[in-house]
T-cell receptor, first 112, second 119 residues
């Protein structure tokens, strides 16, 4: 049982490039989330999903897209990377809405 | 909107001593959940403890316990017998108890308290 896994661990992007951050969970959780953590701050919700095929925006969705074709996977897509997207990105999952969210190890992204 | 405030950017404690980290929050809801997460240098977010607002009893997990004061909207974390492995950034987080609506699903985090454990 690996929990929540994320790839890559670290990536450098040039302004205007695109990339997909991968997130997979093996706990059969319905709810999945993407957060970003800027230096010296707590995490902010980007997008979330309540089940396969259902996604919705969080607090800071601009510049990102998500999809959820399976229960296990919840990739985050960055189109036209900007320096403001330099951050650490965390994926999380929970079995139900009210239950504890379990986090992946994070992806550190640097946009130059 | 809910807010979470951690007023101590940094704290330090001697190994084997006890330390308390402060957290206050602002909400108009009566049903909600509170969490403490630990983030060591590896950046992994690790759940330390969880408290349901409807429970009067304070949550405990081994050396970790909370002092939940609902009327004062205060949720402090006490770490007893501190160990070197406790050194980390600690985040207090709030989640609405409502079951639907986008903003209800998110965790609202404080800015964190960096805990140093001195040998």
């Amino acid at each position: 049982n690996a929990g929540v896994t994320q790839t890559p661990k670290f990536r450098i992007l040039k302004i205007g490039q695109s990339m997909t951050l991968q997130c997979t969970q093996d706990m059969n959780h319905n709810y999945m989330y993407w957060y970003r953590q800027d230096p010296g701050m707590g995490l902010k919700l980007i997008y979330y999903s309540v089940g396969a095929g259902i996604t919705d925006k969080g607090e800071v969705p601009n510049g990102y897209n998500v999809s959820r074709s399976t229960t296990e996977d919840f990739p985050l897509r960055l189109e036209l990377a900007a320096p403001s997207q330099t951050s650490v990105y965390f994926c999380a999952s929970s079995r139900r809405a009210q239950e504890t969210q379990y986090f992946g190890p994070g992806t550190r992204l640097l946009v130059l | 909107a809910q807010t979470v405030t951690q007023s101590q950017p940094e704290m330090s404690v001697q190994e084997a001593e006890t330390v308390t980290l402060s957290c206050t929050y602002d909400t108009s809801e009566s049903d909600y959940y509170l969490f403490w997460y630990k983030q060591p240098p590896s950046r992994q977010m690790i759940l330390v403890i969880r408290q349901e607002a409807y429970k009067q009893q304070n949550a405990t997990e081994n050396r970790f316990s909370v002092n939940f004061q609902k009327a004062a909207k205060s949720f402090s974390l006490k770490i007893s017998d501190s160990q070197l492995g406790d050194a980390a950034m600690y985040f207090c987080a709030y989640r609405s108890g409502a079951n639907s609506g986008g903003s209800n699903y998110k965790l609202t985090f404080g800015k964190g308290t960096l805990l140093t454990v001195n040998p």
